[in-house]
């Protein structure tokens, strides 16, 4: 009963299809020989095709263009489902686009677009799919000037098709139309790891003064790239430029940075071809600058100095307003090692404005003798101690909290390393203020996320002369504990090399890698300087332990190593581990008052210490 129901279905849907004049074709799959005939038409189609491509008499005539349109088109809907079904639309695609360019009919333009977007919307998954879109999104770019519409079609191919043939070709494209027209990637694009995949070249940041400056530059991932002085030419300033392989950037990232400052004039950053980003330096005046990259994340930082080409001094650029500063009105400059820029300050300290409250160095020399019956306070009003004649004092300190906002830094027993170390900063700030008469600037005073090549930035751009870091130790083993004092430089040590890359969030690795960046910079560093400072410091963290905590208490000793935050600074700069938290008895004093308060003094007398043995060495 069922087999005679379905008999007589079968009977009905033909007798349909053919008291109405159509083929049940249209709707099913050719049988082989349905296919075959397809076929055959189909081929005969191409040749025509061809022949009016390359016969030049035959190819004249647009009527013989439309017989060879309607050649495909008679295929396609005899059969809109077959495997010739795409080709033929893609072929009076074609056919079209080439009408156009012989006869110039906007209608033609139009009936290719047309076509061309019935095969990837029609049969997304066929093998021309990709390619129609390439063809259709250069339809728009070349013929109708709109490369916002042809990045469209382009990104499809990214998205869809990226295992397609056509995706190296779409990827060109579109790092193409994002260089001369400023639409951005695809993200697909940028995050794939398939072929023409780019890295970010992620917003410029920079910190200046009048003599310094420091650019760093993120990207998303490492990047090699290549720098290149150019001297002045004609109306073109000096200019310092960096080349970005395998790299873009968004276009809203693109306008010039101006500077102004006397040192630098203005940061350009471009598309400067599909695959290469430049970062142009426009510099007015310069005599030393160092490139060195950092890894997670990848970044490149620029220092660069010089002399301002005016005399006028501005205030620092791009820096958060330090939150704690304690003003003070003894001049000076960073310590140098230079008889002879001694000499010159020495000429000159007798114009600069003096008003000491604390004497910063006991010494025989003197401008004025004291009298008997004058006043202590006066006599420490006027005298100038030898540091002080020789610019040699210190005016300006900046203490760097460790870690901050979405860096925690060393976590055990509930307490966090960026807390504590905010808390001692704020703790040292007043003291080391009032007993060294100094300016105090914090990197941070609140819970704060800041780089460590930005903490390095704000010490040079404010012109400091001790830069000062705050850290918390940690270890696998409760059981150590323990101060330790470190400034930068090269380290064969593996505890330093393990603390660095702890500090640094990196790997031990990388830090082995960083060796050979050091060895150039720190040809000029102030290591010598900062290694007499970070033994005074820490001598006096390890004599200032009072009672059973000094019993207990371990001097792990004055130390060296790669930490990224001391990279580039210009003045004595050192990082001090104060205890381990890791440690169950290190970590409960980390949580008393009394501890941190003893920490803060201790550094005090220290830097004190430091400033006293300088100005007596002299």
Known sequence: MVKLFISFFLLLFFSYFLSAGLSPAAEIEPDSSDFSNLEKRYQQAKFYYNELHTNSTL???????????????????????????????????????????????????????????????????????????????????????????????????????????????????????????????????????????????????????????????????????????????????????????????????????????????????????????????????????????????????????????????????????????????????????????????LEDFKKIRVNATKEIAASENTIEKASPKKNVEEIAEKQLSLAQQLGLGVRKIIIDPGHGGKDPGASAFGLKEKNIVLEIAQKLAPILSKETGAEVILTRDTDVFIPLEERTAIANTNEADLFISLHINAHHSPKVHGLETYYLNLSTNAEAMRVAAFENATSTHQMSDLQDILSDILKNSKINESSRLAGFVHNSLCNGMEGQQKKKFKDLGVKQAPFYVLIGAEMPAILIEVAFITNPKESKNLSTDTFLNMIAEDIVSGVQSYIHSTAASL
């Open 59 to 345: 190819g004249t005539s647009r009527d013989n263009w439309l017989n060879g349109v309607r050649n495909f088109r008679k295929i396609y809907l005899s059969s809109p489902k077959s495997y010739f079904a795409a080709p033929s639309l893609y072929m009076l695609g074609r056919m079209y686009a080439k009408m156009y360019r012989r006869f110039n009919n906007e209608l033609d333009l139009q009936e290719s677009l047309s076509y061309y977007s019935d095969v990837s919307d029609l049969f997304p998954k066929n093998s021309l799919a990709d390619d129609a879109l390439l063809a259709v999104g250069n339809l728009y770019l070349n013929k109708k000037n709109d490369p916002q519409k042809a990045a469209v079609h382009y990104t499809r191919i990214i998205a869809d098709y990226r295992n397609g043939d056509m995706y190296s070709h779409a990827s060109d494209k579109l790092k193409m139309i994002s260089q001369e027209h400023n639409i951005p990637l695809p993200d697909a694009m940028l995050k794939s790891t398939y072929l023409g995949n780019l890295n970010y070249v992620l917003p410029v940041k920079y910190w200046s003064n009048n003599n310094y400056t420091r650019v760093v530059i993120n990207a998303s991932g490492p990047v090699r790239y290549q720098e290149t002085l150019l001297e002045k030419n004609g109306t073109k300033p000096r200019r310092l430029y960096l080349d970005f392989q395998q790299s873009y950037i968004e276009p809203k990232y693109r306008a010039p940075v101006p500077i102004e400052d006397g040192l630098l004039k203005q940061i350009r950053t471009g598309q400067f071809t599909p695959e290469v980003v430049r970062v142009v330096l426009d510099i007015e005046s310069i005599s030393d600058y160092k490139i060195f990259s950092l890894p997670d994340p990848f970044r490149v930082v620029i220092d660069v100095r010089g002399e301002a080409s005016n005399a006028t001094t501005k205030p620092a650029k791009n820096i958060p307003k330090p939150p704690v500063q304690v003003a003070s009105e003894i001049p000076s400059s960073s310590i140098e090692d230079s008889t002879v820029e001694q000499i010159t300050i």
